[in-house]
Nanobody, 121 residues
Framework: QVQLVESGGGLVQSGGSLRLSCAAS????????LGWYRQAPGKQRELVAG???????NYADSVKGRFTISRDNAKNTVYLQMNSLKPEDTAVYYC???????????????WGQGTQVTVSS
C-alpha cells in the first residue's frame, strides 16, 4: 500500500559524490521518521542516516561530515547527499519510512528495493 522508490545510485570514483532520492507513494496518511540504511556484501544492514518529522538528523559515525540527509515533505521524498565517497561506502542503500496508512490508520515500516552504490579506488 506504500511504495518507496530509490534512485541515484551508481558507480563513482573515490572522492566523488552521489545524491540518492527516495519517493514515497500510496495510501499514506503521515510520514514520520525517514532513514537510509546500507548493506555491504557479507555484512549486516546498518543505519546510515535518519531524519525525524521535525527535521532532527542523526548519522553513523562513519559518514558524519560527508553525508547529509534531508526531506521534502510536500513531495514525500527523502534525499541523501553523499560527498567524499570512499570504497568502504560501497553497498546497497535502502530507504526506510515510518508511515501511517489511510486504510488501517496504523503505522508500519516501509522499505525500498535498494539502489547500488559502488565507489572505486
Amino acid at each position: 500500500q506504500v511504495q518507496l522508490v530509490e534512485s541515484g545510485g551508481g558507480l563513482v570514483q573515490s572522492g566523488g559524490s552521489l545524491r540518492l532520492s527516495c519517493a514515497a507513494s500510496g495510501s499514506i496518511l503521515s510520514i514520520y521518521a525517514l532513514g537510509w540504511y546500507r548493506q555491504a556484501p557479507g555484512k549486516q544492514r546498518e543505519l546510515v542516516a535518519g531524519i525525524t518529522s521535525g527535521g532532527i538528523t542523526n548519522y553513523a559515525d562513519s559518514v558524519k561530515g560527508r553525508f547529509t540527509i534531508s526531506r521534502d515533505n510536500a513531495k514525500n521524498t527523502v534525499y541523501l547527499q553523499m560527498n567524499s565517497l570512499k570504497p568502504e561506502d560501497t553497498a546497497v542503500y535502502y530507504c526506510n519510512a515510518d508511515v501511517k496508512i489511510v486504510t488501517t490508520m496504523r503505522r508500519y515500516d516501509a522499505w525500498g528495493q535498494g539502489t547500488q552504490v559502488t565507489v572505486s579506488s
